[in-house]
């Protein structure tokens, strides 16, 4: 079993449509991160957080410590939302520079 | 733009060839990474530079060479793949390895060996 999980691992929706995104981590982390990984390969980082929410544009993260669960919410979706999108976190047990990755959520949106 | 540059964004290889990877950041960082995704597994940490310095290993096999002239360049060099070694190779960088610091990937260079 994967330290961190996603959920789904793909979604379809029409434009238009409220996402969310899940991820689940099994250890102590100091950071959560967000990911979006368009089909050419590049990665960009959406979010950084380590308590509570964080919004930008029409993206919105949350994460609850104590649950160990973090979302990424896209209002409005629009086709160009469509990518994989990556949740990864930093365990504090093995130190501050690696980073462990969630297998991803390929998100399709509709026109 | 992220401001991490990875060259060459495609590479096809047979298995006796050498090849590098190039990495150039331009955002004042000092700590390097190589990460490696192969097709529906997540992402994996290969190598670790801080001030040039390499300060993790994943177990990654010898055939793959990492090299870190400066603190914004980072070089893969390839020899005696083997065609599972066939992936999207990923390039990062952070301001330091603290708690907070946030990496900045490149666009990847995909590999094929055949």
């Known amino acids: ?111 | 733009e992220t401001g991490v540059t990875q060259t060459p964004r495609h590479l096809v290889m047979g298995m006796t060839n050498k090849k590098s990877l190039k990495c150039e950041q331009h955002l004042g960082h000092n700590a390097m990474y190589w990460y490696k995704q192969s097709a529906k597994k997540p992402l994996e940490l290969m190598f670790v530079y801080n001030f040039k310095e390499q300060t993790e290993n994943n177990s990654v096999p010898s055939r793959f060479s990492p090299e870190c002239p400066n603190s914004s360049h980072l070089f893969l060099h390839l020899h005696t793949l083997q065609p599972e070694d066939s992936a999207l190779y990923l390039c990062a960088s952070s301001q330091g390895l603290g708690l907070a610091a946030e990496a900045f990937f490149g666009q990847g260079t995909r590999l094929t060996v055949v």
């Not at chain 1, 409220?18 to 990984?37: E, M």
């Not at chain 1, 368009?38 to 994460?63: D, E, N, Q, Y």
Request: one cysteine or more; aromatic letters at 6%.
């Open chain 1, 1 to 111: 079993k994967n330290e961190v999980e996603q959920s789904p691992q793909n979604l379809t929706a029409q434009e238009g449509e409220f996402i969310t995104i899940n991820c689940s981590y099994s250890v102590g982390i100091s950071a959560l991160h967000w990911l979006q990984q368009h089909p050419g390969g590049g990665i960009v980082s959406l979010f950084m957080l380590s308590s509570g929410k964080k919004k930008h544009g029409r993206l919105i993260a949350t994460i609850n410590i104590q649950e160990k669960h973090s979302s990424l919410h896209i209002t409005a979706s629009h086709p160009r939302d469509s990518a994989v999108y990556i949740c990864a976190v930093r365990p504090i047990i093995q130190g501050a520079q690696k980073l462990v990755f969630g297998q991803g959520t390929r998100l399709t949106i509709n026109p």
